[in-house]
């Protein structure tokens, strides 16, 4: 069994859509990112390759590279799929924390966690997604940026 912790941060602008696990959601500001800066997708990533010690979604897609600009996280993690059945391991469950002073997502919830679940080939039942704020607190709480945090369990 292999454990993966993944954490992403992005600052929310106007003029970019809001993604969150690969779901458009509403609302006047979206994270301002080399690819479309879902950071729920960014942290299933970095987690993903964590728990097959990997290094990071960095590591292998660099904000450096013009292929990577504006593209889908999606397909970002597709890619990161193949290495990690090409490594041999299924993914168990995933845990995800959205940390996002407005708007609220709990009317999302459902919609976030069938498409991940969809992205990742395993039964919805193996997803969870929470959403917290951070209380009026730092950038999150002041409504200037979003966070992920994601934990999975890898066989």
Known sequence: MR?????????????????????AVPWHKGELGHSDGDVLLHAVID???GAAA???????????D???KDMPSSELLVKTLEIIRNLGYTIVNLDGTI??????LLSFVP?????????????????SIKCKTKEGLESTGREQAVEAHVAVLMD
């Open 54 to 64: 990997m290094g990071d979604i960095g590591a292998h897609f660099p904000s450096t």
């Open 3 to 23: 454990i993966g912790l993944g954490y992403d941060i992005h600052r929310l602008v106007r003029g970019r859509t809001l993604y969150l696990g690969g779901i």
């Open 47 to 49: 987690a993903l390759l």
């Open 111 to 127: 919609e976030i966690r069938a498409n991940i679940a969809r992205m990742l080939g395993i039964d919805v039942s193996a997803v």
């Open 99 to 104: 940390i996002l002073e407005k708007p609220k």
């Open 66 to 68: 013009p292929r990577y």
